[in-house]
């Protein structure tokens, strides 16, 4: 069964770190882009940041670019988003998303809440 599980969302006080795990199951992430998504309520969702498959071209929005940083371990089979200097306007829901290029494969997590408090 295909799975992608997000962890380590939480509340936070403004300032503070969060480190946001996505693990997946079923399918091996090694030949897929890997994307953090966030949608607050009220709001469209906005791509927060993403990886391509190797690793090698990261990219951010704008709103998070100096504090959060997008990595993955191929290995363990999971990608990561680290949050430093969180804003109230960062709380939302985080969910990651995994692309195969060229192919109809597309997997989505369930989320996980991050709440910054101010």
């Known amino acids: 069964q295909v799975q992608l599980v997000e962890s380590g969302g939480g509340l936070v006080q403004a300032g503070g770190s969060l480190r946001l795990s996505c693990a997946a199951s079923?399918?091996?992430?090694?030949?897929?882009?890997m994307t953090w998504y966030r949608q607050a309520p009220g709001k469209e969702r906005e791509l927060v940041a993403s990886i391509t498959s190797t690793g090698g071209i990261t990219k951010y929005a704008d709103s998070v670019k100096g504090r959060f940083t997008i990595s993955r371990d191929n290995a363990k089979n999971t990608v990561y988003l680290q949050m430093n200097s969180l804003k109230p306007e960062d709380t939302a829901v985080y969910r990651c998303?995994?692309?195969?290029?060229?192919?109809?494969?597309?997997?989505w997590g369930q989320g996980t809440q991050v709440t910054v408090s101010s």
């Open positions: 998303n995994a692309f195969r290029l060229g192919t109809d494969y597309i997997y």
């Open positions: 079923g399918f091996t992430i090694s030949s897929y882009a």
